[in-house]
């Protein structure tokens, strides 16, 4: 870019049918692109022929690879993403499929902290009109919303759910829910993770609480905004 240079990642998009699906995707990488906003992964470049792709910074390893934080890291963990998360919704965009495998990390440079950033803005919802949705996001962090439209539409109130239970994940270092698709979507509608209580040590200091509240089965029992769980 201009006389600077530095590695980017190329990203080819699996594609499904030709036209309406092409032109959703990159519609929704432009979208994503313009979006601009720290602690989101920044996209310089994208197309749509002949596969949807996108030239992305570079980032490591995923939150999901980390596993479970010490619970210092798992705090500022949290106190990043929720601020990306509000600052996100602040720009009116809807992510639409938070999991432990779309936070990743920037590079650790001359020992500074690497920094969790979000991956993937709003391309879940894009898939989730072509084809099965448990292929593109982890079902184990899905909101009621994804599995029954009782619970209203994929929202702001669906990203704060997601990073709840994926927050869950850093601080524990265990899903919330095992089993099968079958057995997950009776799960989420029905129980709560076994972990998600104040008398957890590992959710020290009132995060048990915290997590309970951003991650309510109805919406309107969650915190209304991102800026409130953050």
Known sequence: EGSQEDIAIVRLYRDQEPGSFEQALGSQIEEWADTDTPGVIGVSDWGESPRPCAVTEFTEQTLYERGKLTPEEAVRTALDLTASLAQLHQRDRIHGGIDPHCIRYTPAIFGDRPQPVIDNVGLIPVYRQFDNPASYTDPRYAAP??????????????????????????????????????????????????????????????????????????????????????
Request: net charge negative.
């Open 145 to 230: 919303e994804y599995f029954t439209e009782a619970h209203g539409n994929i929202s702001h109130a669906t990203d704060i759910y997601q990073l709840g239970m994926t927050l869950y994940t850093a601080f524990t270092g265990d899903p919330p829910y095992e089993g099968e698709l079958a057995d997950i979507r009776q799960q989420v509608l029905k129980d709560r993770p076994l972990g998600l209580s104040p008398d957890n040590p590992e959710l020290p200091g009132g995060i048990g609480e915290i997590l309970a509240k951003a991650t309510a089965r109805e919406k309107l029992a969650r915190y209304e905004t991102a800026t409130q769980f953050h």
